[in-house]
């Protein structure tokens, strides 16, 4: 079985691999080039890409350190559920952070918020993707969960 094959058998309930997440989602103009940006560019792992002609159905990218997004092509008639292209904005963890910051600074990508130290111990940077949704990379986890 052939790897496009294990991922369309895997079912929603239990993928490989994977533990019950939140799913951040977004539309793009050109989902295939924003694909290969967050891929190539900034380091996302392709897990599942399912095109539907010239169109992205659907595709999930993995944040190496955790984490993930599901994207497709922008369809106007999904507008009630779906944001529209340029719209979307998360916060993503990383240990690489000034790594992370230089790689994507040496490649030309639109910084937006430079690399800086917050009050609340996160050091983190943001940036503007190719259809304009803004990405943050930072160090901050998040608080404690309550006991």
Known sequence: MDTTEKQQTQTASTPAGRAP???PTLQAHDAPALID???GTVGFL???VYEDGD???HAELDWP???AVMLGSYDEKSQDWCLKPGTFGAYVVTDHV???HRRLTDAGVKIIREIEDQPYGSREFAIADPEGNKW???TYRGSPRPA
């Open 37 to 39: 940006f967050l891929v």
């Open 21 to 23: 997440d939140v799913w």
């Open 98 to 100: 000034d790594d992370l």
């Open 46 to 48: 392709r897990t599942a």
């Open 55 to 57: 169109r992205v159905a």
């Open 65 to 67: 350190e955790g984490g």
């Open 136 to 138: 943050s990379f930072g």
